[in-house]
Each structure stands twice: as structure tokens, then as C-alpha cells.
């Protein structure tokens, strides 16, 4: 494992990502999520999908054209608050990436979704597309499963576990075979529903 890819999936990496719940707080709020049990099948279901785009992404990124990258993962989020959430997640890792790792090729990203700014933080490092797609496999779990912990006071030895059993690998590996389309519809009504509340009461988390 590369020194990027332990900087990038370190939850101290100041990349945003502890302002953001992942749809934990929606499904939270709505008794869809009230124990270790519950959260482990939310974050399974969460890494098939999202992870598993965001794996793709970040991967195709090491090497492909982020623009046209950028455009293709904008498709495939139809929701409105995903796509916000993404993009500014996106914007906080460049900030924070480009101090880490300077390089003139940066500068081509303003506000990129998240998946691409790993994915070209990871090739202007020196990292490869295996690690790119590893590192944002892993951040579409850890950061709900931490939520998770600060929402419900769930067990963090307990949740920790349920993201070692997560099998990134298999992840890794289909998302290194090309660009999925999957939708994950319960996500996004959550992070939509999740944006209007916001906008009427105080939420702990963004989205």
C-alpha cells in the first residue's frame, strides 16, 4: 500500500468528507438504520453501487481525460443533492490535494465530483488505478460508517469490523473493468429529502 493511498483514505485528510453522512442521517431519521446490523446492510448496498461508480471513476481517472470523466459521472447521478455533495467533497479534496502534491496538471480541475479529484490526485502522486479505485471504494463506506458512530452512538469496535469485512477487493477488481451503470434510487430520494430538510431545520451533516 502506497503512502498516497494511506493520505488519501486517512480520515484526518482535510478532503471534507466528515461534513458528509452518505445517506446515513436520511435513512437514520427514518428507522431504516438503528443498529450495527441495519448499518452494515446500508453500507453493503452502498458499496455495490455508489462505491463501486465511485471506484470506476476514480480509477479511469488515473489515466483518461478528467473532463470527459467529470461529464460521464454527472450522468450517472441523477440526483440534484448527490451531484452538490460529490462536487463539493470534490472541490475540498483538490484543495487540500494540491498542497499535498503540487502540479501544474491540477490546475485543469475547479470543482470536479469526488471520484475524479482521488482518482487525479492518485496519478499526479505517482499512484496507480488500482490504488485510486481502492481508495474511493473505501471512502464511500468509512465516512457513512463514522457518521454512523456520531449519529447513534453505535459500537465503534463493531463498526469498524463492518468495514474490514467489506470485500474491497472484489470491488477493485470490477471496477478496473470499465465504467458501470448503476443507479442506487433509495440513496438518491434520501439525499434529496435530505437537502430540504436541511433548508427548514439544523442537521448535523450536510448531506
Given at each position: 500500500m502506497s503512502a498516497v493511498l494511506l493520505v488519501l483514505a486517512d480520515s484526518r485528510f482535510p478532503g471534507g468528507g466528515h461534513a458528509h453522512s452518505g445517506g446515513v442521517e436520511e435513512a437514520a431519521a427514518r428507522g431504516l438504520i438503528t443498529d450495527e446490523n441495519s448499518l452494515e446492510s446500508f453500507l453493503y448496498g452502498r458499496l455495490r453501487t455508489n462505491g463501486l461508480v465511485s471506484a470506476a471513476f476514480a480509477a479511469a481517472a488515473v489515466d483518461g481525460d478528467w473532463s470527459t470523466l467529470d461529464m460521464e459521472l454527472d450522468?450517472?447521478?441523477?440526483?440534484?443533492?448527490?451531484?452538490?455533495?460529490?462536487?463539493?467533497?470534490?472541490?475540498?479534496?483538490?484543495?487540500?490535494g494540491r498542497v499535498a502534491w503540487p502540479s501544474p496538471r491540477l490546475k485543469e480541475l475547479s470543482q470536479p465530483h469526488h471520484a475524479i479529484a482521488v482518482g487525479a490526485l492518485v496519478q499526479v502522486a505517482g499512484g496507480t488505478r488500482e490504488e485510486a479505485a481502492e481508495c474511493a471504494a473505501y471512502l464511500s463506506v468509512s465516512g457513512p460508517a463514522s457518521a454512523a458512530v456520531r449519529l447513534l452512538g453505535l459500537d465503534p469496535f463493531q463498526v469498524n469490523a463492518i468495514v474490514a469485512?467489506?470485500?474491497?477487493?472484489?470491488?477493485?477488481?470490477?471496477?478496473?473493468?470499465?465504467?458501470?451503470?448503476?443507479?442506487?434510487?433509495?440513496?438518491?430520494?434520501?439525499?434529496?429529502?435530505?437537502?430540504?430538510?436541511?433548508?427548514?431545520?439544523?442537521?448535523?451533516?450536510?448531506?
Open positions: 450522468a450517472r447521478t441523477p440526483s440534484p443533492a448527490q451531484r452538490a455533495a460529490s462536487r463539493a467533497q470534490g472541490k475540498s479534496t483538490l484543495r487540500a469485512r467489506m470485500r474491497m477487493t472484489e470491488i477493485v477488481d470490477e471496477a478496473l473493468k470499465g465504467l458501470p451503470m448503476l443507479s442506487a434510487p433509495a440513496l438518491d430520494l434520501f439525499a434529496d429529502s435530505h437537502a430540504r430538510i436541511h433548508q427548514q431545520e439544523v442537521r448535523l451533516f450536510v448531506s
